[in-house]
């Protein structure tokens, strides 16, 4: 997952691995927190998959901004990378 603060310059936040499928991933604010949802294919007959979820971090514990940003809202946008 990679993240800015303006936009325009993005940093790697996090990075899931996995051996098996990885896919859909969401993220969701809930009572605080932020969690991930994924779905995972699992080696069954049946085609089911597991769907996995983890809280990455609680909300509101960003970095203070630097006076060269202070115009900016704070907020951070999030993009699922490759």
């Not at 325009?8 to 691995?17: A, C, L, N, S, V």
């Not at 051996?19 to 069954?44: A, C, R």
């Not at 971090?57 to 907020?75: D, M, P, Q, V, W």
Request: proline fraction near 2%; hydrophobic fraction near 25%.
């Amino acid at each position: 997952i990679d993240v800015s603060r303006d936009g325009k310059t993005w940093e790697r936040k996090y990075r899931f691995e996995s051996e098996k499928s990885f896919q859909y991933p969401s993220l969701h604010e809930h009572n605080g927190s932020i969690w991930l949802t994924v779905t995972q294919g699992i080696s069954d007959p049946s085609g089911k998959e597991m769907i996995m979820f983890g809280k990455l971090e609680e909300t509101g514990r960003f970095k203070t901004l630097t006076k060269n940003h202070a115009s900016h809202t704070g907020r951070s946008a999030c993009a699922v990378g490759s």
